[in-house]
T-cell receptor, first 114, second 113 residues
Framework: NAGVTQTPKFRILKIGQSMTLQCTQD?????MYWYRQDPGMGLKLIYY???????DKGEVPNGYNVSRSTTEDFPLRLELAAPSQTSVYFC?????????????FGSGTRLTVV | DQQVKQNSPSLSVQEGRISILNCDYT??????FLWYKKYPAEGPTFLIS?????DKNEDGRFTVFLNKSAKHLSLHIVPSQPGDSAVYFC????????????FGEGTQLTVNP
């Protein structure tokens, strides 16, 4: 059981480039999330999805886009990368209901924009 | 507006002693609280949670206490072990927000042998 898988683990982008961070979960979870973590800061919610075909903005959505065409996949798209998007990105999922059993997180993608 | 705050960036304790990590929140609508542990180069791992209808939840060496009137929760680890050295995040949610989590900044716990 792989859980939540994120690719790539590391990436360096030039300003203005675009890329897609991949996230896949094999637990049949309905809810999926993208967070970013900046040094000394907590995790900030970028986008989330409550099921296939449904997405919504979190606290810091500007500069990002998402799609949820299947239950398993929740890719995060960065258009026109900026240095402010240098961060560690975490994808997470949970089955549903309240958070009693917590989210399952991927191992993260470390992105540097230069 | 930081709704969940962990005011101590770091904490150092001796092996076998108690570790107490603190968390404060401002949003009175939060009704579920969780603690996550994070090792370097890994994603956060769920540790323990507590509903606002309780004031204590225990799981082995880990106990979470909730003081709703003070909007404060704490995580106690007894006894502390070197393997507990990690960053600990406090998180909170409210049902009306779609159960999204709001995280604190994290506290780096170091347990010295």
């Amino acid at each position: 059981n792989a859980g939540v898988t994120q690719t790539p683990k590391f990436r360096i982008l030039k300003i203005g480039q675009s890329m897609t961070l991949q996230c896949t979960q094999d637990m049949n979870h309905n809810y999926m999330y993208w967070y970013r973590q900046d040094p000394g800061m907590g995790l900030k919610l970028i986008y989330y999805s409550v099921g296939a075909g449904i997405t919504d903005k979190g606290e810091v959505p500007n500069g990002y886009n998402v799609s949820r065409s299947t239950t398993e996949d929740f890719p995060l798209r960065l258009e026109l990368a900026a240095p402010s998007q240098t961060s560690v990105y975490f994808c997470a999922s949970r089955k549903g209901g309240r958070e009693k059993y917590g989210y399952t997180f991927g191992s993260g993608t470390r992105l540097t924009v230069v | 507006d930081q709704q969940v705050k962990q005011n101590s960036p770091s904490l150092s304790v001796q092996e076998g002693r108690i570790s107490i990590l603190n968390c404060d929140y401002t949003n009175s609508m939060f009704d579920y609280f969780l603690w996550y542990k994070k090792y370097p180069a890994e994603g956060p791992t769920f540790l323990i949670s507590i509903s606002s209808i309780k004031d204590k939840n225990e799981d082995g060496r880990f106990t979470v206490f909730l003081n709703k009137s003070a909007k404060h929760l704490s995580l106690h680890i007894v006894p502390s072990q070197p393997g507990d050295s990690a960053v600990y995040f406090c998180a909170a949610s409210e049902e009306t927000s779609g159960s999204r989590l709001t995280f604190g900044e994290g506290t780096q716990l170091t347990v010295n042998p």
